[in-house]
């Protein structure tokens, strides 16, 4: 038995709809977002808002990747920067020879350099990580990230030691008078290699290999009794993971101008781990929420907060704990209700509990960031400002109303659930009845 | 030359046995629990922390004993309260929730403590260098951590082959299985041996501190060594970790000590690679600087001749 | 094809550490035959088959399938060669739906292999071995519904649809009918007299009912070691085996 943690309401159905007359129906959701894709950088005009979108459009590409393993085929990699770091370096160093030997090759194409460095490493290391499955292939992953982050500190003059390598990326060949210089024309670079990407790894999920990925997720005994070697699938889907975290790598390579050690550390790694997790693993759609959430959060929580990374690891916890199908598996336990057109019944009890949740959240975050004024930022004194309110940390009057909101979110808690409980059991019984339920 | 050697199997021993510290903990609760605890070394990391602070207000040797019982009591607390909720989701849920939770951890000792080192002192008691060997001085303090260590291996040892509670850990490294015939005890035996593991990590935490830095990156620059010790040894086989902590542990003193690099080695040959390539930096490149990555490269030698580790028999 | 036996069983031995199983089977098995194997709890009925479809490895002897020596091999080469087998607790793929459990045990055999680089609709002769097994199993109208949530009948039905999805000559069912109620049992039956048409079938089963009614020969399995093998009247006479099997079963 798997135990990746999937709700069972989250996991895509096949469904028998065959193709209708003129478009076919699976085009429609691609099409869509290709057209919002394009519309994005008309309305988000400023270069902020550009850069963010190319942070959130290569974080997606690199979290649908690390899906192919977790979500899709229930490997758990603790190293999956790896790919990302190495597709970076070998783009940059890709373009600046092509920069030097004035090599006809546009900038578009570049992302593939990093896709075959991604899928070269992945040949090698997936042969020596895939021999085992389960616990032992999470901490092998981490052992070999380690080997590469550590190696980069030896062999220097690839890896162009603390600095790392830059490049230029308007100097290649053009094909069009667009530079890639500016943010905007970056961005529907991206945009573009995101869109191809996502049909890619999503078509792959559709295949007789996708299918058995599932299988070996859900049951690699059983699999072994169906004619396929467990170890097989999961070495090709950790190489073709390994390709598109390369070709991720290589757009973050190429946008940032730079590859450096930050782009296989741990942290990336862990970054990826909590954004796709965060999404949903259960479904083709939850890491491109976690990824644009979490690049959101990451550029936007650094500006508010010193200590953003903890609220990370906390909105992550969390997540493992009371939403194990992250934030699509939220959204897809509520479809069969909305269905049966009795999602209203729920709705009252959920207002409800955004009072206890609110007051839970206004708690926790004065605790940390109180804690925070008085240890980490001793030089600027105890007074802080918190949600446009200015009080003094060291006075107790603060802390006991941090108190007094964790301690009533609890019992509002307390008092509350038993009501969403039996409203969601209602709701769903009375979705059951409509035949929305299997 | 004999002086290096001995100087450097001490310090490799010594090394291994603070691995191995942690090892047993890491070892004990996954064969109990069938929980890798990706915090494993966060415990040790507070436990250095705390021992700090402790030794800060009351001096070195409260610490010792209670930032142990302190970090045991606090493991005892994610186990009822986090991990025990997260378990119905199955094993990969668990290691997800101890990697969020070592996430957690570092972030919040940087709050409390900050980035820099803290100032951890060797108790005056103990410093003092213990003998002098030809011309190195060895200090007590590490003699000490030495004798704590032994004394830990010894107890832990006594206590699995001697106690009823050693016997049934015993009985669940071999058969994992068997944990689930203990009956009704079952939530409170993983709460203890999640907490005894916890508080294992933290006495190494306490005595490697002063001798090594305490430092909110401890955790992250030990952990993945420390995974590559059970992974090497065999995950769930207790004597596996001991022989492989013991051989990454000499494997990397002797390392550090050697300045020894190819273009030494060769050097009668004359051969000399061109400058700036990868060549020249794998010809100049000592054995010490590569002492940081050769847990990962036994890794990956045990991974091409013996997947199942040293003395492994389980698969995952 | 040559004229071996379906599946040939040389002198098989595995041990436990200490303990001895399966101590010296010897059996052959014809082409087209029905054969049950039946033997108290803790016989090795369950071993023997772990060993002749490649989930444990024997200590000794050999396992022929159609004349080829197939002990030792990885379990997914046993089943290429057309040996396929159910599971006494069920083993199903529990977060995929019943289409897609009996799917993949279609897909190697219509030589899809690993391949990543065509839609699996699109794939010729799939998707209709699929919908034949699932009328087959009698789980058309459950198609869409995730084999976790089926009921525990229609969970055995899926365990034998994934079973011989694949078109294996060689069809291993390891207690099929363990658990249902009289009338599940008899649906089983009939599946099962169904689907082993025209292939070689061995079947553990405690349920004499179904073993009698079903088998063309029976074995029967007592501490590791085969003590009779014949036709059912035969073995229903045999004094040895009243001793050794049904004796018990009185006394229990």
Redesign the interface.
């Known amino acids: ?6 709700p ?1 309401s989250s ?1 895509t ?4 709809r065959g193709a209708e007359k003129g478009l076919p129906w699976w085009l429609l959701p691609w099409l869509a977002s290709a057209v919002v894709l394009l519309a994005l950088p008309f309305i988000f005009r400023s270069d902020t808002y550009l850069t963010v979108m190319s942070l959130m459009g290569i974080a997606i590409v690199f979290a649908l990747s690390y899906n192919m393993m977790l979500g899709q085929t ?1 490997m ?1 990699s ?1 190293g999956h920067a790896v790919y990302y770091g190495l597709g970076a370096y070998f783009v940059v160093h890709t373009m600046n020879w092509a920069i030097a030997t004035r090599a006809p090759i546009p900038l578009p194409l570049m992302p593939l350099v990093g896709g075959f460095a991604g899928l070269a490493f992945a040949i090698i290391f997936g042969w ?2 895939t ?10 992953s ?6 590469v982050g ?2 980069s ?6 890896f162009g030691g603390e600095e790392g390598v830059t490049t230029n990326r308007t100097k290649l060949l053009r094909l069009t008078d667009w530079t890639f210089g500016s943010q905007f024309q970056m961005y529907y670079l991206i945009a573009g290699w995101c869109l191809i990407s996502a049909i890619a790894m999503y ?2 999920t ?7 990925c ?2 070996v997720r ?2 690699p ?9 467990p170890q ?2 999961r070495y ?1 889907a950790f190489c ?1 993971s390994g390709f598109f975290a390369g070709v991720a790598g290589a757009l973050a390579g190429i946008n940032f101008e730079l590859a450096n050690a930050n782009l296989f550390g ?1 942290s990336q790694s ?1 970054t990826v ?2 954004a796709t ?1 965060i999404g949903g693993i259960g479904t083709f759609v939850g890491p491109v929420l976690g990824a644009v959430l979490v690049s959101y959060l990451q550029v936007m929580l650094s500006d508010i907060t010193e ?1 953003w ?2 609220y ?3 909105m ?2 969390a997540v ?2 009371f939403a ?1 199908g992250g934030l699509a598996g939220l959204v897809l336990m509520h479809v069969p209700l909305l269905r049966a057109g009795v999602l209203g019944r729920v709705v009252p009890s959920y207002l409800l509990a955004l009072i206890p949740t609110a007051m839970l959240l206004v708690g926790v975050v004065m605790l ?1 960031e109180m ?2 004024q008085l ?2 930022k001793q030089s600027e004194g105890p007074v802080m400002k918190l949600f446009g309110v200015a009080f003094n940390a060291n006075l107790p009057g603060p802390w006991l109303v941090m108190l007094m909101l964790l301690a009533g979110a609890f019992v509002l808690f307390r008092l509350i659930s038993p009501r969403m409980g039996t409203a969601w059991d209602n709701a769903r019984s009375a979705a059951a009845e409509r035949g929305m339920v ?1 | 030359m004999l002086e290096l050697v001995l100087i450097s199997t001490l310090n490799g021993v010594l090394y291994g046995l603070l691995l191995f510290l942690m090892a047993s903990g890491l070892t004990l609760i996954f064969s109990m629990m069938g929980v890798l605890n990706f915090a494993h070394a966060s415990f040790y990391m507070l436990g250095a922390f705390v021992g700090y602070q402790i030794s800060k207000w009351a001096g070195f040797w409260p610490g010792l004993i209670l930032a142990p019982l302190i970090v045991g009591a606090a493991g005892m607390l994610v186990e009822r309260f986090g991990l025990r909720n997260v378990h119905k989701n199955g094993h990969v849920a668990e290691l997800l929730f101890t990697f969020g939770l070592a996430f957690v951890m570092e972030e919040l000792v940087q709050i409390v403590w900050g980035k820099a080192p803290v100032d951890y002192r060797v108790p005056a008691l103990l410093d003092f260098p213990a003998f002098t060997l030809f011309t190195t001085n060895y200090p007590a303090y590490k003699l000490f951590m030495l004798a704590i260590s032994l004394a830990i291996f010894v107890g832990l040892f006594a206590m699995l082959t001697r106690t009823r509670i050693g016997l049934i850990v015993q009985a669940a490294l071999t058969h994992p299985n068997m944990v689930a015939h203990l009956g009704h005890n079952v939530p409170l035996i993983f709460m203890s041996v999640f907490g005894v593991g916890a508080g294992l990590a933290a006495i190494a935490g306490v005595i490697a501190g002063p001798a090594l830095v305490t430092q909110s990156t401890m955790a992250a620059l030990l952990g993945p060594i420390l995974f590559v010790v059970v992974v090497v040894g065999g995950l769930g086989s207790l004597s596996g970790a001991l022989v492989a902590s013991l051989l990454i542990g000499l494997l990397q003193t002797f390392a550090i000590s050697s300045n020894a690099s190819m273009a030494d080695l060769f050097a009668f040959s004359g051969f000399s690679p061109q400058p700036n390539t990868i060549m020249n930096d794998l010809w100049r490149v000592s054995v010490a600087q590569i002492a940081p990555i050769l847990p990962y490269l036994l890794l990956v030698l045990m991974l091409m001749f013996r997947p199942t580790g040293l003395m492994g028999n389980r698969e995952s | 094809m040559s004229d071996a036996p379906a599946l040939e069983i040389r002198n098989l031995k595995k041990s436990f550490g200490p303990a001895e199983i399966i101590r010296g089977v010897n059996l052959a098995v014809p082409k087209g035959e029905r054969h049950a194997v039946i033997g108290p709890n803790g016989a090795g009925k369950s071993t023997l088959f772990n060993l002749i479809s490649g989930l444990l490895v024997p200590t000794s002897g050999d396992v022929l399938l159609n004349g080829e020596k197939i002990s030792g091999r990885p379990a997914y080469e046993i089943n290429r060669r057309g040996l396929s087998r159910s599971f006494q607790v069920t083993n199903i793929f529990p977060r995929m739906s019943v289409f897609e459990n009996v799917r993949c045990g279609v897909l190697w055999s219509a030589k899809q292999k690993y391949a990543f680089w065509r839609g699996v609709e699109a794939a010729p002769g799939v998707n209709e071995r699929t919908e034949k097994v699932l009328e087959e199993i009698g789980l058309v109208e459950r198609r869409n519904v995730l084999a976790g949530v089926l009921t525990y009948a229609e969970q055995r039905a899926l365990e034998i649809g994934v079973t011989i999805a694949g078109g294996a000559d060689v069809i291993l069912l390891d207690e099929p009918t363990a658990g249902m109620s009289r009338h599940e049992t008899d649906v089983a039956v009939g599946l099962i007299r169904r689907i082993s048409e025209g292939r070689t079938l061995m079947i553990v089963e405690h349920d004499m009912g179904v073993v009698f009614g079903l088998a063309d020969r029976i074995s029967v399995l007592v501490y590791g070691e085969i003590i009779a093998t014949g036709p059912p009247a035969e073995i229903r006479a045999s004094a040895k085996v009243k001793e050794a099997y049904l004796g018990e079963e009185a006394h229990a």
């Open positions: 038995m798997s135990d990746i943690p999937l069972k996991v159905r096949v469904s028998q229930g758990l603790f020596l990580s021999k085992r499955s389960g616990t032992t292939f999470s901490m092998i981490l052992g070999l990230a380690e080997l550590s190696s500190l030896i062999l220097r003059t690839f078509a792959l559709r295949t007789p290999f996708g299918r058995m599932n299988a859900e049951n005994e059983r699999a072994q009794f169906v004619g396929y070697n097989v699938v090709i073709l741990a862990g781990l909590l997790f200590v990374q903890l990370f690891g906390l992550f916890i493992v704990m194990p940390i804690t925070v240890a980490v299997v």
